[in-house]
């Protein structure tokens, strides 16, 4: 058995995620369709959009689930990174903190999906 390497996160409008992802990462798509946008963020491994099941994820489903940065470096980078996506108008939820594994912060892409920034564990 392999290990997971399709990860996929629930959007309305995949052209206004594609934008997001694409400038908040600064990477750009494998693909697109009108429904499905794949992001190699490493050799085999997707990051992907999917709105096929937009009728039944609407912008009140809850959000369980955080796409995961894990960064090098000290708690400086996250504060740096922080400042440069709040600079690109992003939503925080929550602002930089100390947490048990380091410092942190959580925002939100345009449908509500949650995006932590910690250090590397």
């Not at 629930?10 to 206004?16: A, G």
């Not at 990051?47 to 894990?70: I, K, Y």
């Not at 690109?88 to 995006?115: A, C, Q, S």
Request: without cysteine; proline residues 10%.
């Amino acid at each position: 058995m392999s290990a997971p390497n399709l990860f996929l996160v629930y959007v309305n409008d995949v052209e206004r995620a594609t934008a997001f992802y694409s400038d908040l990462f600064g990477i750009e798509p494998v693909m697109t369709t009108p429904r499905y946008v794949p992001f190699e963020v490493a050799p085999g491994v997707l990051f992907a959009l999917w709105s096929g099941r937009a009728d039944q994820v609407t912008p009140q489903t809850p959000r369980t689930s955080e796409v995961g940065l894990m960064v090098p470096g000290s708690s400086v980078a996250i504060d740096d990174i922080h400042a440069a996506w709040v600079a690109k108008g992003v939503t925080v939820v929550e602002p930089p903190h100390d947490e048990v594994f380091g410092r942190t912060f959580v925002i939100t892409d345009p449908d509500g999906n949650l995006i932590r920034v910690s250090p590397v564990d």
